[in-house]
């Protein structure tokens, strides 16, 4: 069963500011939730080709993958092709809103091997994974004046 999830959040920032915090590994760990690690290949924003190491824990365990930048447009979107936990694409995706900016994490992909089994779990799970992760988003951009 393929996992199709795509949670939103309205962040008090402009789609610049949200994008200049979002799209830099430098602040993965402040906002993405079971990260233990985020070492990019290159210091700075995501830009198309750029690839980034991870460790992470999710449902009880621990593994490091990687994720390329496969489409990337200024303030406004990153795509990316992660490998693990298992084969999936995630787009981080900006759009002006009356209140700020509407963020939304689209996550697309088919479970295999240990998590194939656990399909509509699976899809739970990232949804709510993801979800956190945008409360932390917000949280972190709305604190900061």
Known sequence: ???DVAPSVVVRRSPAQV?????????DLRWTGGITASTPARPGPLTE????????????????????????????????????????????????HPDGTLVSIHATGTPGRFFGWAGPLM?????????????????CLEETP
């Open 49 to 96: 080709g750029a690839t980034v190491t991870r460790t992470a824990k999710f449902l009880g365990r621990t593994f490091t993958y990687g994720y390329v930048v496969t489409r990337h447009e200024a303030d406004r979107l990153v795509e990316m092709r992660v490998d693990r936990p298992f084969p999936m694409t995630v787009r981080y995706e900006l759009a002006e």
């Open 123 to 139: 899809a739970r799970q990232v949804r709510r994974s993801i979800a956190a992760d945008l409360r932390r988003l917000r949280q």
């Open 19 to 27: 994008a200049a915090f979002m799209f830099d590994p430098a602040n």
């Open 1 to 3: 069963m393929a996992v």
